[in-house]
């Protein structure tokens, strides 16, 4: 499969979330995605300079929703292909959204003595290393989650599929 041809396979399957995927046309479509998401984000940039910040990512921010169902679609045929469900995906994203949810609301905790005696005379210099240590630690324990759902998510996408029919259909490099 090359690059125009995994594009057009995943728009045709836009919201198909059943059948298997290769990792050519997973990689050639993630390819795309990106490729479209910088060039968009540069186009952004411009308009948003040339209108003095009134129009900031709206090309993006669009072309981002876009492909958003095809991206989960295509997504889920490529676990299928190497005989996991679809849901895998929804894990990883709850558990790395958990993990931030709860930094923020770590920071919020450590801050929040800071922020009840806080008076307009007050600098951030009032802060201690004891009350931002949780903050800390809660943001380099959310990078490193995050590092590691990274890493399991390409491993798995990037593995050779099952060779011939599998519970989600029939091998898609036989056909």
């Not at 090309?59 to 679809?86: E, M, Q």
């Amino acid at each position: 499969m090359n690059f125009t041809r995994a594009i057009t396979t995943c728009l045709r399957k836009y919201v198909v979330f059943s059948g298997r995927a290769t990792r050519a046309e997973f990689w050639w479509w993630m390819l795309a995605v990106t490729i479209g998401s910088v060039v968009l984000s540069i186009v952004d940039a411009v308009i948003s300079a040339a209108t003095g910040g009134k129009f900031e990512e709206v090309l993006s921010t669009i072309f981002s929703l876009a492909v958003l169902l095809p991206n989960l679609a295509v997504t889920s045929r490529r676990l299928h292909d190497i005989g996991k469900s679809g849901w895998w995906q929804l894990a990883w994203i709850l558990v790395v959204s958990g993990v931030w949810a709860t930094l923020v609301v770590v920071v919020i905790l450590s801050l929040r003595q800071f922020f009840v005696n806080w008076t307009p005379d007050e600098t951030l210099g009032s802060l201690t290393f004891a009350s931002i240590l949780p903050a800390i630690l809660g943001l380099i324990f959310a990078v490193l989650v995050t590092i590691v759902m990274i890493v399991w998510g390409i491993i798995w996408l990037a593995r050779q599929g099952e060779t011939g029919p599998n519970r989600y259909g029939p091998d898609p490099r036989a056909t």
